[in-house]
């Protein structure tokens, strides 16, 4: 049985939080939503029911033009009954975007109050000599170079997700 389902908005997110798991040697499936809409996290929880033993979903707090908090309160009703199921679930509202973990990660601080953090670890990455293209490879890269102790320390959100991610033993 996998231990942790984890659902993702994207393509990106999906490759940085399996690379971050793989580094922490953490058994959990990373699925991703196909989109913005709450519905897609439940079915997706339905589809896995029986097979993990929680699940983690995570929603990116930086959608512009759209109301997180009516997002989040969705996801939170969608999954309601299948708590009652048994499921446990837990919605973990990213400040900003996964960006912001990946900037924790390399020692930036304050990466949750930084208003475009996309845009700062372009930034980040093309000061330092690399060529920055968004893709899996890159945030799978990414996830090998973070400090994850770091992270923890500059990120109360990321900390959340991998003290969910690995439950004390």
């Known amino acids: 049985m996998i231990d942790t ?12 939080i399996e690379g971050v798991a793989e580094k922490l040697e953490a058994k959990c499936k990373v699925q991703f939503m ?11 929880l ?4 029986g097979e993990f ?5 995570l929603k990116d707090l930086h959608r512009s033009g759209r109301d997180t908090t009516t997002l989040i309160n969705k996801l939170r009703n969608g999954i309601k ?8 679930s837990h919605i973990i509202v990213v400040k900003r975007s996964i960006e ?8 930036i601080n304050n990466p949750e109050n930084i208003q475009d953090p996309e845009d700062e670890l ?12 968004k893709s899996p490879e890159v945030y799978k890269q990414l996830a090998k170079e973070v400090d994850i102790e770091k992270a923890i320390k500059k990120s109360e959100t990321f900390k959340r997700f991998i003290e969910l991610l690995q439950p004390a033993k």
Do not use: M
Request: positive net charge.
């Open 5 to 16: 389902l984890v659902i993702v908005e994207g393509l990106t997110d999906k490759a940085f």
């Open 34 to 44: 196909r989109g913005n809409k709450p519905e897609k996290a439940s079915r997706l």
């Open 46 to 49: 339905k589809t896995y029911a």
């Open 53 to 57: 033993n929680q699940a983690i979903i």
């Open 81 to 88: 009954h299948l708590e009652n199921q048994g499921l446990r």
């Open 100 to 107: 912001s973990w990946i900037l924790a990660g390399l020692c």
């Open 122 to 133: 372009k930034r980040l990455i093309q000061k330092a000599g690399r060529h920055f293209i």
